[in-house]
């Protein structure tokens, strides 16, 4: 294992923090921004909206612009703009620096997003083994610290600028050093397709933009945005399902968010030993079947700690879900992994874009109780294509089997 990979997956992890710090801090203050700039309920579901639109463009533009600049220094563009964008929420006043500091946080979370995974799935492939787990571990590390910041925050009554201020100034400049060592995997090795099949191949073609990628990508993309409704439900409603639904105080309402975020970690540090025990199909079924059984919880929770309960739950059913569909995405399409890795972060965003206002508009018109049962079925629907997440031959390649690495779902540290 070269040093160039050591510190490539170092700086990549390090990435992965600072991005889970960001969002966590946004999502658990939606009830302090909404006072900040007078936002009501009824518009809040279209600015909740707005960023995920805008981040499923950014990453749409990530798929074209890969072609021509590597993911890595994409990513190096991205994530500083992720954090100045943060703290626009933060510093504005009014509903129009709102609106701009949004946009530009959901353009940069797209390109930040896709290249992000896409830099794991080629490392991973790289390094011979599953290591995307871990990376979307550490995303959940940065979520906790976020929202334990966030909490501090609440408890403390301090401005947003107060509470985002000391994080930029920290992370920014951290995550600007560490990005010298990004690595793009086995490209520094002779290039993607040399590392997955013959550029010519069908899958390779089909990943830069051919339908039959849809085709082949259509189960994950459906698990992926069933799994995005779920996290999008926690992210954009646990705090205010706490204060409004529950009872509880703003304070206590930044706690589910936090311990999501905790069962999240567990769930994917200690997932590869699922894996390589039960195999991958099994492992994804059960955090189905779990993530359900939390929002069933939540709906009828008759109070605040209950409802907790409930997201913890979700949490350490819908861990696996994300970081395991990118790296069966990356399997499937070796020789074009960038172009699937890209389009199947899209449908994270079409989840938030449909979880979130749906549960609000739901809870409107009639409970958010009643509105928590969309999730729970949809999550549901993912047990039935968990068999997509099998290692099985390449049929989309020219009949060959996969790689060493496609297969690590049945190997010692597979996903």
Request: net charge positive; glycine share 14%; aromatic share 8%.
């Amino acid at each position: 294992m070269t040093e160039v990979l050591r510190r490539g997956r170092a700086s990549l992890a390090l990435s992965f923090f600072a991005q889970g710090v960001a969002f966590a801090l946004l999502v658990t203050r939606i009830p302090a921004i909404q006072d900040r700039y007078g936002v009501s309920d009824a518009l809040l579901p279209v600015f909740l909206a707005a960023v995920p639109i805008l981040a499923g463009v950014g990453s749409v533009a990530t798929e074209r612009l890969v072609k021509r600049i590597p993911p890595s220094r994409l990513l190096r563009w991205s994530q500083p703009v992720v954090l100045l964008a943060l703290l626009g929420v933060g510093a504005g006043d009014r509903m129009a620096v709102l609106g701009c500091a949004l946009a530009l946080f959901g353009l940069a979370v797209g390109a930040l997003d896709a290249s992000m995974n896409m830099l794991g799935v080629s490392l991973q492939r790289a390094y011979g083994r599953s290591i995307m787990l871990s990376f979307h571990a550490v995303y959940s590390l940065g979520g906790i610290l976020g929202a334990s910041l966030a909490w501090a925050g609440a408890h403390w009554h301090l401005a947003l600028w107060v509470s985002y201020l000391p994080v930029v100034l920290v992370l920014l400049p951290a995550v600007v050093v560490g990005s010298r060592w990004y690595a793009d995997g086995d490209r520094d090795g002779g290039g993607e397709a040399g590392a997955g099949g013959e550029v010519g191949s069908e899958a390779g073609q089909a990943g830069r933009g051919g339908g039959v990628v849809l085709k082949a990508l259509l189960p994950l993309c459906l698990v992926m945005t069933f799994a995005y409704i779920g996290d999008s439900t926690v992210s954009n409603w646990s705090a205010k399902y706490l204060q409004d639904v529950l009872g509880s105080s703003e304070q206590l309402a930044t706690v589910p968010y936090n311990v999501y975020m905790v069962t999240t970690l567990l769930g994917r540090a200690l997932g590869d030993l699922g894996v390589r025990r039960f195999g991958a199909v099994a492992v994804v079924r059960a955090g189905a079947l779990v993530a359900a059984a939390g929002f069933a919880v939540v709906a009828v929770a008759p109070g605040a700690w209950a409802g907790m309960g409930g997201f913890t739950l979700v949490g350490l059913g819908l861990c696996v879900l994300v970081p395991q569909t990118f790296a069966a995405a990356g399997r499937l399409f070796p020789g074009a992994s960038d172009a699937a890795v890209a389009r199947l972060n899209v449908f994270n965003y079409v989840g938030f874009l449909v979880g979130s206002p749906l549960v609000g508009a739901l809870g409107d018109a009639w409970s958010y109780r009643g509105a928590m049962a969309v999730p729970m079925v949809l999550v549901l629907v993912t047990f039935l294509y968990a068999r997509s997440f099998a290692p099985q031959p390449d049929r989309y390649g020219g009949g060959h089997e996969r790689p060493r690495t496609a297969d690590v779902g049945r190997g010692s540290n597979g996903v």
